[in-house]
């Protein structure tokens, strides 16, 4: 008995019971890692919490606190990278900085796509190759 009331503790203590699970993965846009973003998992029926976290060097991972709700979702990416252009650093100065523009197309953002369905209790692997 004491093992079997064990056993759910460290069941409820993995988050296995909670009808959460950890998602990871990696992205690549145009064949590259994504090195710096965003990922984010919606429910595709709008109803429930939004997860997001950094990707960083192409990889994310949803874990702990971050945790995603089972469910059908609607992915959403953004990176932003340099233009090529300088811009001010900040009005009124005469400091520049490089302009950064996003340059995921809004098929994986704003308007994206991408979905998945994350599973309570299993692994989750989602990997997205993105292309122009």
Do not use: W
């Amino acid at each position: 008995m004491k093992q079997l009331m064990l056993a759910a503790c460290l069941l409820g203590l993995a988050g296995c019971g909670d009808g959460t699970a950890e998602v990871r993965g990696k992205v690549t846009f145009n064949g590259k890692p994504v090195e710096n973003g965003t990922i984010v998992f919606e429910p595709e029926d709008r109803n429930g919490p939004t997860h997001g976290v950094p990707i960083t060097n192409g990889a994310y991972q949803m874990a702990g606190p971050n945790r995603v709700p089972a469910g059908a979702k609607l992915v959403r990416i953004q990176a932003f990278g340099p233009s090529g252009r300088k811009v001010s650093a900040a009005p009124g100065s005469a400091s520049m900085v490089d302009e950064f523009k996003p340059y995921i197309p809004a098929k994986y953002d704003t308007a994206s796509t991408l979905k998945v369905t994350v599973e309570a209790g299993k692994e989750n692997t989602h990997n997205f190759d993105l292309t122009p």
